[in-house]
C-alpha cells in the first residue's frame, strides 16, 4: 500500500510541475505579444505664419488740351493703395509608443544670433562654461506620450540643444524648459496661448521669439492615437 500511495503521489507532483511548466511556456509569448502591440501616439507640430504688406503709392498723368480758343495743360493724380496677404504653413511629426519617448527635429543649423540665445542661456543655467563657443548649434524637442483613460494624451515636450565648438560636441535637455500638457485625442491644441504656456527657451524654439512687424506665428500640436 506504502508503494502505491507513494506512486500516486509522485504522478501528482509530476502532473502539477508539468501545468505549472506549460502555463509558464504560455504566458510568456503572451507577454512578448503585449509589448510588441502597445499602442503608439503621433504627435504632430504644425506651424502657420500670417503676414500682411501694404504699400501706397502716389503718382500722376498729364497731357495737353488744344481746343479753338486756348491750350490748358490737363493733369490729375493717382493713388495706389495695395494690401498683400501671405500665409504659409509647415509641420513635423513623430510616432512615440505609448509611455515612451521620441525626438522631433527643429532645427539642424539655428542662425548665428539664435545660437548665441541659447549659448548665454545655457552657460547662465550652469549647462556649459563661458569659454565654451558656440560654433554651430541644432535644436529638437525629445516628446513623451502617455494614452490616459477617455481618448486623453499626457503630452511632454522638453528642448534638446545640441552644439559643436572648438573644444568639441554634444547634446543639452534642457529640464526646466520642459511643457507638459493632457490633449484631446487628434483634437488640435494651441500652444503659447490660454491652452498652455511655455517656457522661454521652447517658445524660442518654436518659433514665437522671432516674430516680427505685422507677422504672426502660431503653433499647434495634435497628439492621435494609432
Sequence with gaps: MRTRC???RIRTLFLVAFIFGAAALLATPARELNSQTRQQVKVA???KQTGSQGRETLGGTGGVIITRKSVRPDGRVVVEDTLTKTRRSTGIF???QDGGE????VATKVPYTEAIYYQNYLTGAGYTVARVAFLDVGTALKVRAQILP???IRVQLMPRISYFSTEGGGAIDVTEAATELIVPHGQPVFLGGATTQMHEVTRQL???GSRQGASETSITLTATIQ
Design 45 to 47: 507640430v504644425e506651424f
Design 6 to 8: 507513494l506512486s500516486g
Design 150 to 152: 477617455q481618448n486623453q
Design 102 to 105: 521620441s525626438s522631433l527635429l
Design 94 to 96: 513623430t510616432l512615440v
Design 206 to 208: 518654436l518659433g514665437f
